[in-house]
C-alpha cells in the first residue's frame, strides 16, 4: 500500500511510518493539514491516515476539501477526539473509519487493509497523479503535459509514475534500477541515465518549465522549478 500520514506529532508519525514500512508499504508525511491536503491532491494513495488536531488545517477541513475535489481515497481519522459527537464529524467530513489514541499498530494495519481492499473491490481510486501541468493517468496509463498527450513506451511509464510518486525527492540509479528494473543497480551501465533523457525529450524539451532535474553525484528529481 502507498499510504499518506498527516500527523503533527513527530514522533507518533515515526513510530507509525516505520511500522508501515516494515509491512512492505511506501510511505509519505505530512505535518500539518495544509501540507496534507496538497501531497493528497496531487499524488494517489491507497489510505490516508489523518489527525483532527493539525496546525493550519485541522483533519476535518482537509477531508471535507478532498471530497469536494473529487478525491475518493479512503480516510482513516486518528486522533485523541474519542467521543460520539467527534466521531459522528469525522463521518460527515467524509471520513471512512476512526481509531482513537492510544491504538495498538495491529488494529491500525487491519483497519488499513480493510479499507485499501474495500477501496479496490469498489474500484474507486484516484488514479492520477499530477505536478504542475503534467498528468499521468494510471487507469489509462497515459501521459499528458498542458492537456497534450504523450506517448511513452511501458518502461518510460513506470520511471515517470516512480519519479512523480516521488515528487520532490532524491531519487538514486539504484532506487530506479530495484523499483522500476527490479534488478540490482550495475554500476557499468548508462541505461538509467539514457531513460531519463529520452523521458525529458518528451516531457520538458518543447516546455520552458522543466520538471525533471539531476541531482549531481546522488541521482534524479522531479520537482516544480
Known sequence: MKILVVEDEPKLASFVRKGLEEQSCEVDLAYDGQTGRVM????SYDVIILDVNLPRM????VVQSLRRAQIGTPVLMLTALGSVEDKLTGFDAGADDY???PFE????LARLRALSKRNSDNGVQTTILKVADLELDLGEKVAR???KR????AK???LLEYLMRNRGRVVSRVDIAEKVWDIHFDTGTNVIDVYVNFLRKKIDRDYPQKLI????GMGYMLKEE
Open 40 to 43: 493528497a491532491l496531487q499524488n
Open 58 to 61: 485541522n483533519g476535518f477541513e
Open 99 to 101: 481509531l482513537v489514541k
Open 105 to 108: 499498530f495491529r488494529e491500525l
Open 145 to 147: 503535459r498542458n492537456g
Open 150 to 153: 504523450i506517448e511513452l513506451t
Open 156 to 158: 518510460e511509464f513506470g
Open 213 to 216: 532535474h539531476t541531482v549531481i
